[in-house]
């Protein structure tokens, strides 16, 4: 894949996207959007987005500028440096929000009011205007105005962190880096394609939501379902629960592991113990169906433990590719780069810069006509900022005006 920009229609060409936001969460859903052909003009301050000068992952560089997490989440936008606190710099942001489709903001509820920003207000000045708003913890409630990250709002306090972790551990597990913002950006993405669509039937612009806490519990509906309804969550520990056996994870000889999903265990079962060369397992009362290796769990596994100890992983994938059944090997980040899999269906992407050096990036999960979206660049601070005032009708005297106040750099 590489940085050309694509040759056939893209479903939101023609579709203009503001975006006034900083870090991971909201610049992702905006990058999404122009990954199908969405013109963003992303706005910073002079001082550029601080997520820029974060390189805690010494993950290299997009042509020595920012990082390549700042790469993946401004892929194929276009920048404008502008202090939208001046005055003249928050006209020139109206100027652009004219010409909107959708303005997609990070702000917090008081940031926005105090700029005039708010959706009560920019919805009676641009009513066709989707206004996108991505936050912590709702727009309601004593917390509104709270800051959020992905590790506070989603990871702490959605649950997450808390249902995944091991009860024998005195801490919670750690997150990995910007979970909870990378899926809440989906969500924001698939709420602002909604919007645009209900306009096409209704002509008016709507307001979209999405919290980074509600995002934790919809990744955690299976355990609120339980909560909800009166129930016990069960807690993680050790191997967790082994109710069915056959959907458990076993250790290799060389210490690595394989899951199995057969949720359908009586459908796979023979042939497993077949394939495994065990064909006494079969008819075992002790394991002969799912009850009984319900109530005889323990010795199950005890036994599944001892068979997956004799072969290696790759011993076991070769085993297990003759059983047409849900199983698969527990993979590092590096064997999943390298799978098979991931190559044959484009799962990473590649962009080209004008220098001609390259940089390989995760490719957006959703795909049409079996083809990802062209990953493109991200744009350096400011980069567009001349090129799009000129756009908007500003002479080379007004530029150096707005630069000469500070307003741009």
């Not at 993405?189 to 209704?202: C, Q, Y």
């Not at 497993?272 to 799912?290: K, S, T």
């Not at 490719?363 to 006509?369: M, R």
């Amino acid at each position: 894949m590489s940085g050309e920009p694509p040759t056939k229609p893209q479903a939101f060409d023609g579709v203009r996207v503001v975006e006034l936001a900083q870090w991971v969460f909201v610049p992702v859903a905006a990058a999404l959007l122009a990954d199908w052909g969405a013109d963003v003009v992303r706005i910073e301050p002079p001082e550029g987005d601080p997520y820029r000068g974060l390189a805690t992952q010494g993950i290299g560089a997009d042509r020595g500028g920012p990082n390549l997490s700042m790469a993946l989440a401004n892929r194929g936008k276009r920048s404008i440096a502008l202090d939208v606190r001046s005055d003249e710099g928050l006209a020139v942001l109206h100027e652009l929000l004219a010409s909107a489709d959708v303005f997609i903001t990070s702000l917090r509820p008081g940031a926005l009011e105090r700029l005039g920003l708010d959706a009560e207000t920019l919805r009676l000045r641009y009513p066709r205007m989707i206004y996108a708003r991505g936050h912590g913890f709702g727009v309601r409630g004593p917390d509104s105005d709270k800051p959020g990250y992905d590790s506070s709002a989603f990871w702490a306090r959605g649950g997450v962190g808390h249902t995944l972790t091991p009860t024998e551990r005195d801490y919670p597990i750690s997150q990995r880096g910007a979970m909870g913002d990378r899926n809440g950006a989906m969500a924001l993405a698939f709420g602002i394609s909604t919007a645009l669509l209900e306009r096409e039937k209704t002509g008016s612009g709507t307001v979209v939501d999405v919290s980074l806490l509600a995002t934790a519990m919809w990744m955690l509906s299976s355990d609120l379902l339980v909560a909800l309804n009166g129930g016990d969550v069960a807690s993680v520990t050790g191997r967790g629960p082994q109710v069915n056996p056959l959907t458990g994870t076993y250790r290799t000889r060389d210490l690595r592991h394989i899951q199995l999903m057969f949720l359908q265990g009586d459908r796979y079962w023979p042939a497993f113990a077949r394939l495994i060369g065990r064909d006494d397992l079969v008819d075992d009362p002790l394991f002969v169906d799912m009850a009984a290796r319900r109530e005889n769990s323990v010795a199950c596994v005890e036994e599944l433990d001892g068979i997956f100890a004799k072969h290696t992983l790759d011993e076991w994938k070769q085993i297990l590719a003759e059983l047409d059944a849900p199983w698969a090997p527990v993979q590092s980040v590096h064997d999943v780069i390298d799978d098979p899999q991931v190559a044959a269906n484009g799962y990473v992407g590649e962009v080209r810069l004008d220098d001609g050096h390259t940089y390989r990036l995760p490719a957006v999960p959703v795909q049409l006509d079996q083809e990802p979206p062209v990953l493109r660049r991200a744009p350096e601070h400011g980069e567009h900022t001349e090129a799009v005032l000129l756009e908007l009708g500003y002479d080379w005297e007004r530029i150096g005006s707005l630069a000469d106040k500070g307003v741009i750099p």
